[in-house]
C-alpha cells in the first residue's frame, strides 16, 4: 500500500519550454502533497506544500511564479516548471501523506529534469 | 549546526553483517522519527516510522529512539547486497507538516 506514481521520470527539454510532472496517489486519499528538490549527493529541499483545494505554500527563495503547484483532487498534484532554464536541471521528488498529521510521507520515484 | 546530523558515509560492510546507521538531532521538539531508503535515481522509500522514544522492529530492521540523548538508529540485520543505497533519517515535529532531513548516509554491502 501507500504507492506515489510520478511522471515522467525523466524529461529532456530546451530552454524556456515549460514543463508539467505529475504525481498521483494510487492506493489512497492524499490531503497533503509536498514537492522537493534534490541536487546531486545531497538530502531532500522541500519546494512547497499543496493540500488539496487550496494554494501551495512555498518555502522561502521559492518562486512561485516559476514553479506552479496545482492540487487539484485528492490523488493528483502538479507541478509546472514555467520557462524552464538550465539552472532548473534537477532531480523533482514528490511525496504524499493521508488525512491526519501524524501519518507518514510516501515519495514518488523522481523526475530527473534536463533543461539543454 | 545543521539541526540533524549524520554521517554521509560511505559504509562498506560485508555480506551478512549487522549494520548500525545513525543520527542525532537538535531540536527536542522533534517526536516522529523516519528511515528512508533510496537507491540511485530514485524517490525515498519509507523502511520505518516511530513516535517518540523506544524501539520498533520490522523483519531485518530495528528502529531506536533515544530522546533524552537526541539520537537516532537503525539497525539492519543479515545486510544484502540489495541493502546498499543511501539511508536517510528523517524527523519532525507535533506542529506542521515540515521534515527535517539528515544528509543521507551511503551504505555499500559487498558479497
Known amino acids: 500500500g501507500a504507492v506515489v506514481s510520478q511522471h515522467p521520470s525523466w524529461v529532456i527539454c530546451k530552454s524556456g519550454t515549460s514543463v508539467k510532472i505529475e504525481c498521483r496517489s494510487l492506493d489512497f486519499q492524499a490531503t497533503t502533497m509536498f514537492w522537493y528538490r534534490q541536487f546531486p549527493k545531497q538530502s531532500l529541499m522541500l519546494m512547497a506544500t499543496?493540500?488539496?483545494?487550496?494554494?501551495?505554500?512555498?518555502e522561502q527563495g521559492v518562486e512561485k511564479d516559476k514553479f506552479l503547484i496545482n492540487h487539484a483532487s485528492l490523488t493528483l498534484s502538479t507541478l509546472t516548471v514555467t520557462s524552464a532554464h538550465p539552472e532548473d536541471s534537477s532531480f523533482y521528488i514528490c511525496?504524499?501523506?493521508?488525512?491526519?498529521?501524524?501519518?507518514?510521507?510516501?515519495f514518488g520515484d523522481g523526475t530527473r529534469l534536463s533543461i539543454l | 549546526q545543521k539541526e540533524v546530523e549524520q554521517d554521509p558515509g560511505p559504509l562498506s560492510v560485508p555480506e551478512g553483517a549487522i549494520v548500525s546507521l545513525n543520527c542525532t538531532y537538535s531540536?527536542?521538539?522533534?517526536?516522529?522519527f523516519m528511515w528512508y531508503r533510496q537507491y540511485s535515481r530514485k524517490g525515498p522509500e519509507l523502511l520505518m516510522y516511530?513516535?517518540?522514544?523506544g524501539n520498533k522492529e520490522d523483519g531485518r530492521f530495528t528502529a531506536q529512539v533515544d530522546k533524552s540523548s537526541k539520537y537516532i538508529s537503525l539497525f539492519i540485520r543479515d545486510s544484502q547486497p540489495s541493502d546498499s543505497a543511501t539511508y536517510l533519517c528523517?524527523?519532525?515535529?507535533?506542529?506542521?507538516?515540515?521534515?527535517?532531513f539528515g544528509g543521507g548516509t551511503r551504505l555499500m554491502v559487498k558479497p
Open positions: 528523517a524527523m519532525r515535529s507535533n506542529a506542521g507538516n515540515m521534515l527535517t
Open positions: 511525496s504524499a501523506r493521508a488525512g491526519s498529521l501524524n501519518q507518514p510521507q510516501h
Open positions: 516511530t513516535y517518540s522514544s
Open positions: 531540536n527536542s521538539a522533534f517526536q516522529y
Open positions: 499543496s493540500n488539496e483545494g487550496s494554494k501551495a505554500t512555498y
